[in-house]
């Protein structure tokens, strides 16, 4: 069973930048897929970003696509997400995501493919 903890959320002004972690316990962190979705109130929760287990795999929403970068590191079983040039329209409830453990090096972009999720941290953008 994996657990995952994110943080890094904060407040923030447009414009400017953040960096989200999450550290994952309880698996073979590199053999897992993981993802970061958003869930704005009253929204459905959105892909944001993809990370293969070996890292050289990404993926990215058209709407953070140039300004958001997904990362990982395999010897601290974390992965990050790197917010630059942040607008109102991210603010938003940040979730990290798992899958695996995986025999080859997927990534995924829809929620009902990962079976691991953290609790969520909060990401508020003022104008």
């Known amino acids: 069973q994996v657990q995952l903890v994110e943080s890094g959320g904060g407040l923030v002004q447009a414009g400017g930048s953040l960096r989200l972690s999450c550290a994952a316990s309880?698996?073979?962190?590199?053999?897992?897929?993981m993802g970061w979705f958003r869930q704005a109130p009253g929204k459905e929760r959105e892909f944001v970003a993809t990370?293969?287990?070996?890292?050289?795999?990404?993926g990215y929403a058209d709407s953070v696509k140039g300004r958001f970068t997904i990362s990982r590191d395999n010897a601290k079983n974390t992965v990050y997400l790197q917010m630059n040039s942040l607008t109102p329209e991210d603010t938003a409830v940040y979730y990290c995501?798992?899958?695996?453990?995986?025999?080859?090096?997927?990534?995924?972009?829809?929620?009902?493919?990962?079976?691991?999720w953290g609790q969520g941290t909060q990401v508020t953008v003022s104008s």
């Open positions: 990370v293969s287990w070996s890292g050289s795999r990404t």
């Open positions: 995501a798992a899958e695996g453990p995986l025999l080859s090096d997927y990534v995924f972009a829809k929620k009902d493919e990962y079976h691991y």
């Open positions: 309880g698996g073979t962190f590199s053999m897992y897929a």
